[in-house]
């Protein structure tokens, strides 16, 4: 298979001679990296990564099945009756962004990594060669990805449009994935030449986060909102728009060879566009994007960007909201330490960011989902329909899953060592840097997080609702405080990251769940009883209090200490 790849490769050369690739180099660099691919154990980059926290292997024949899963459900599509243009658009829409997603959650790391630069730096290979190398890389490993993806599409194809339209299907793909590839390095490499190397591994964090939640809305989502029986009437050409869309590009092959009666002009330019862009872009990034690309690889590589000396002395004496806030909620000196030391690391962590950050999101989409499942014939009756109902109730309750998210992963780090400066200190009482951990969590993410959602839920239900949110509030965070009592039991980013749970800690997970399950039940049950939700405020608040007091006098018993 390697061979067919560099094969192809080779169909490239005068493209990428007239570009300054060395191709002969080209060709040897591709071939050592695909040798020493295959003799990994995984087939995905994201599997490679993962091994080192766990002892499992994934199955390539595994990962190919769940692949093509995924494109059996996405080809679905193509069985829908709508008009010219408008099934392919979305099966290619779809099938885009799947590939974008994989680029850039799985291999960010391999373009922008510096360990083969000891390798290759010494030696006389230019820029062109390296950036071009990393993309074709990536390519190779895309494909075959895409591949399986649009198997079960280059069978319904077949079915649909007759065996003669495989073949051009098979075209399709290739062009969706090679427009997928250089979007994302184009961005990439763009980014690396207008912006620090800090500021690029933040927005390439929040490009990783933004399409995690891209995901999750669209399968969510996007039944809801569109209307399958309207597709047949839709227009696609008629808007100007369309013309800028890379999936409207690939569809307009499909139109001009098997449909050529209902063809125009403008489906021939799209159709030459879509095919031709692609090398385009490897011209581009080789002529352009690529000279300097080792030298801001260094820099980025030997960036660990967590502050700025320069920006940190300007900001030396002014007031400080974190120092402000701290001396206030934690006025204990230790706790007070594990306070700021929390909230910086958390603020400042892209792992941290990027296990936590989606899940805000998730509520939102839900309350969407909620609303568009409402009866009603316009927007109008399905808001009546929600205001008439309680499900605020389920989605109050649902903002705690963001509390034991943060905390499930705040006591972990890939550089978990540095906590050995925890074990250093003469601290007899740890559970005072627990309870600033603690206190830190509530008042940087679930505090604010819960009052915006409060704010919605007053917005959408009446004040009438104030007591709930109050006491749901108050029952949360006795779930976050036995989540940090029996799970958790680590200090601020001080073990590493984990695999799985034990099944002693998986029991206590659920059982907690039933604790809050239940303690949401019954206030469904006593909420006609307004009297009586604002008399439950009062032991709530105090239980708290008291499991706060207890969670502050942990000791080093208690806690999980990790070899550093």
Same mark, same amino acid.
């Given at each position: 298979?390697n061979?067919?790849?560099?094969r ?42 993962n ?12 990962i ?32 885009m962004?799947?590939m974008?997603?994989t680029?850039?959650s ?14 290759l ?24 990805? *895409?591949l399986?993806?649009?198997l ?6 077949? #079915? @649909?449009? +007759?065996? &003669? /339209? !495989?073949?051009? %299907?098979?075209?399709q793909i ?18 690396m030449k207008?912006?620090?190397?800090q500021k ?13 939640v ?5 399968y ?9 029986s ?10 100007r ?10 569809? *307009?092959?499909?139109?001009l ?7 125009? #002009? @403008?489906? +021939?330019? &799209? /159709? !030459?566009?879509? %095919? ?19 030298r ?5 590589a ?22 402000a806030t701290?001396?206030i ?22 792992e ?6 989606p ?13 568009l ?13 929600l205001?008439n ?19 499930m992963?705040?006591?972990?780090s ?22 600033g951990m ?13 009052l ?7 917005a ?15 029952v ?7 989540t940090?009592l029996?799970?958790?039991k680590?200090?601020?980013?001080s ?28 206030h469904?049950l ?39």
């Open positions: 298979m061979k067919i790849f560099l192809f490769v080779t169909f490239l050369n005068p493209v990428l001679e007239n570009t300054g690739v060395d191709t002969d180099q080209l060709y040897q660099i591709l071939k050592v990296k695909l040798l020493m691919d295959d003799r990994r154990p995984n087939a995905m980059f994201a599997a490679r990564r091994a080192a926290n766990s002892n499992k292997v994934q199955s390539p024949w595994l190919s099945f769940f692949t093509v899963l995924i494109g059996l459900f996405m080809s679905m599509i193509l069985l829908l009756n709508a008009g010219p243009y408008i099934v392919q658009t979305l099966y290619f829409t779809i099938f962004v799947m974008a997603l680029l850039i799985d291999f960010t790391t391999v373009l922008i990594d510096s360990r083969d630069q000891f390798i730096l010494p030696r006389p290979v230019n820029d062109r060669t390296i950036a071009v190398s990393r993309i074709l890389h990536i390519s190779i490993y895309v494909l075959r990805l *895409a399986l993806q649009g079960p599409g280059l069978v319904m194809i077949g #079915f @649909i449009d +007759g065996i &003669l /339209a !495989v073949p051009l %299907f098979f075209v290739l062009e969706a994935t090679f427009l997928s590839i250089f979007s994302v390095n184009i961005i990439y490499l763009l980014l207008s912006v620090s190397p690029f591994k933040d927005i390439i964090s929040y490009f990783q986060i933004g399409f995690s891209l995901i999750f809305a669209t969510y989502l996007l039944p809801r909102l569109i209307n399958v309207a597709l047949e009437h839709i227009s696609l050409l008629s808007h728009w369309a013309y800028a869309l890379p999936p409207v590009w690939i569809t *307009a092959l499909n139109e060879l098997m449909h050529p009666g209902r063809s125009s #002009f @403008i489906t +021939g330019v &799209l /159709a !030459v566009t879509g %095919f031709t862009l692609p090398l385009i872009g490897l011209w581009f990034v080789a002529k352009v994007l690529a000279p300097g690309f080792n801001r690889l260094a820099v980025i030997t960036s660990e960007g967590n502050s700025d000396s320069a920006v940190n002395t300007k900001k030396a004496g002014k007031f400080s909201f974190i120092d701290g001396k909620i934690a006025p204990d000196p230790i706790e007070n330490a594990g306070f700021k030391i929390t909230w910086k690391l958390a603020a400042r962590t892209r941290f960011k990027m296990k936590v950050y899940s805000f999101a998730y509520i939102p989409i839900y309350f969407i989902y909620f609303a499942n409402t009866k009603g014939e316009n927007l109008s009756d399905r808001l009546d329909e205001q109902g309680h499900s605020y109730i389920f989605l109050i309750y649902m903002c705690s899953l963001i509390l034991t998210t943060v905390l992963n705040i006591s972990m890939s550089k978990y060592k540095s906590a050995w400066v925890y074990y250093a200190l003469p601290i007899d009482k740890p559970g005072k840097i627990l309870s603690f206190k830190a969590i509530i008042t940087l993410y679930y505090l604010p997080y819960f915006v959602m409060g704010s919605v839920i007053v959408v239900w009446g004040p009438q609702v104030i007591n709930d949110i109050i006491l749901a509030f108050l949360s965070t006795i779930y976050g405080m036995l940090a029996f799970i958790v680590g200090l601020p980013f073990r590493p990251v984990i695999a799985k749970q034990g099944g002693g800690r998986m029991i206590t997970s659920f059982a907690m769940l039933i604790f809050i399950g239940g303690i949401g039940f019954l469904s006593l909420m006609k009883w307004e009297m009586v939700i604002w008399i439950m405020i009062a032991p709530f608040l105090l239980i708290t209090w008291l499991m706060f007091h207890y969670y502050k006098k942990q000791t080093w018993d208690n806690i999980q200490v990790v070899e550093v």
